[in-house]
């Protein structure tokens, strides 16, 4: 029996007020299912929950539609909020329009898979030490603690797809699986838009990456979001740089130089959205393996948006070519690598960095929720944190500090961080735990380092310079 809809209008026209919806895409502009998203707000059903890893940009037909159409009672996502104008969503929740339960990415893609799979709870590493722990029961195993995350199933999954057979068996393209799959499992009713429908047979088994079984609606895609008239994450370049004492410190470009030597040749690493995919610049010809939350691995450096693949794009939403051996995957098998410690090192941006090793880079003061992404499962899950960031904000507030002020990503998991002022390694193993300034940028002092690091630094021999080290 064919499960082709005439129109995306007939595919969601039962969808009741209080339903819940699963509802695909990645970033601010990847994936979504923006035809169905449109019938949804025309159809007009309100009090919905919405779980989603983020609502997409607003502007453009994505799940921020229907939070301007006030049809949202209940988000839970990964994102909230992110740099930039507040959006509608920001605005209801700030006034208890909309209650918001933030969950990391990796818990979000397992807790869907879980539901689908008639799996009740599960234990992560995920989030213990933080607030989005707390008031969850914990358990401990093998010495280590895990907080208990509940499965989640939906009433409906609005998907996006590259093709579909009148039967549901549907094929994804490039890096556009991510969420579908779990979402498409959790919900019991599947709708997948798609840019073209086949006859039984005409797709190959092996071009199958979801079957049917799993679909319930299918309709033709006839709305899409362009990712490349969507804003860019960072309008800052990698020759920016700013100034200390009248001195130039490391461009942006320089940060992930020097973050890039510290990867062995060979690692297979995650590189964090913002200044730590400068490194993808700096490793040519070393083995390195990049690996996305979205879903891909063996990626390859930015490409110019005139040659743009909307498909091929890393976790931080740039475009990307491919290095030869690169695989496509969910979301969930991308944080099963994760939280597996298949990485040997992840690179993140952050906020603030502790003595202590915490890092908090997911919520700001003054803005609802906040965007935790990938952040939480790979800072847990990798063999090394590298953190790139420049060493004070833009109001110039230290961002290496004694007691981090912002809500934790993950505690106790930073090893090394790189700034445009220096370079800190943190001893784990010395009677005088914390961190040891190892390097400094050519032009400055110790001294003029220590002045911006109002955080315990260990300096039991004199820096090198960050310049000759890579």
Not at 384 to 412: C, F, N, W
Request: proline residues 6%.
């Amino acid at each position: 029996m064919s499960k082709v809809y005439a129109s995306a209008d007939e595919a969601v026209a039962d969808i009741p007020d209080g339903a819940s919806v699963a509802i695909s895409g990645f970033g601010i502009s990847h994936s979504f299912p923006s035809t169905l998203i449109v019938a949804l707000r025309d159809h007009g059903a309100r009090g919905l929950t919405v779980y989603c890893n983020g609502l997409g940009a607003s502007g453009h037909p994505t799940a921020q539609l229907l939070a301007e159409n006030h049809q949202i009672s209940r988000l839970v996502a990964s994102f909230s909020a992110r740099p930039g104008p507040i959006t509608a969503a920001e605005e209801q929740i700030l006034a208890g329009e909309i209650e918001f339960e933030v969950v990391p990415q990796g818990t979000l893609v397992e807790r869907m898979r879980a539901g689908g799979a008639g799996i009740p709870a599960f234990y992560t590493p995920v989030g213990v030490g933080t607030a989005v722990a707390e008031g969850k029961p914990a358990g401990e195993f093998d010495g280590r603690t895990y907080v208990l995350e509940r499965g989640i199933t939906t009433d409906f999954a609005l998907l996006r797809a590259y093709r579909a057979d009148t039967a549901g068996n549907v094929q994804f393209r490039g890096g556009s699986r991510n969420f579908n799959d779990s979402f498409a499992k959790a919900a019991r009713v599947a709708i997948v838009e798609v840019e073209e429908i086949v006859e039984v047979g005409e797709l190959a088994p092996d071009d199958i990456d979801l079957p049917g079984l799993w679909i319930s609606r299918i309709v033709r895609s006839t709305i899409r979001v362009d990712p490349k008239k969507t804003p860019s994450r960072s309008a800052r370049g990698g020759d920016s740089r700013r100034e200390y004492h009248g001195k130039p410190a490391l461009s942006r470009s320089e940060i992930g130089r020097r973050a890039a030597a510290l990867l062995p040749d060979g690692a297979i690493v995650n590189l964090g959205a913002g200044l730590p995919n400068h490194i993808a610049e700096w490793i040519a010809d070393r083995g390195v393996t990049l690996h996305a939350e979205n879903g891909i691995l063996g990626y390859g450096g930015m490409v110019p948006l005139q040659d743009a693949d909307p498909d091929l794009h890393d976790a931080g939403g740039n475009f990307i070519d491919l290095a030869p051996g690169a695989s496509f995957f969910d979301s969930v098998t991308s944080f099963e690598i994760a939280r597996g410690r298949r990485l040997d090192a992840v690179v993140l941006g952050a906020y603030q960095v502790d003595a202590a090793g915490d890092l908090a880079n997911w919520a700001q003061p003054g803005r609802p929720g906040g965007g935790i992404g990938g952040a939480m499962d790979l800072a847990v899950g990798a063999r090394s944190v590298i953190v790139t960031m420049e060493h004070v904000d833009s109001q110039g507030r230290p961002k290496l500090v004694e007691r981090a002020e912002y809500p934790i990503t993950a505690p106790d998991c930073v090893d090394v961080v790189v700034t445009d002022l220096a370079l800190l390694r943190r001893d784990r193993d010395a009677a005088e735990r914390g961190f040891v300034l190892e390097e400094i940028a050519a032009g400055f002092t110790v001294d003029e380092v220590l002045a911006h690091t109002p955080m315990t630094v260990h300096v039991p021999r004199p820096p090198r310079i960050m310049q000759e080290s890579w």
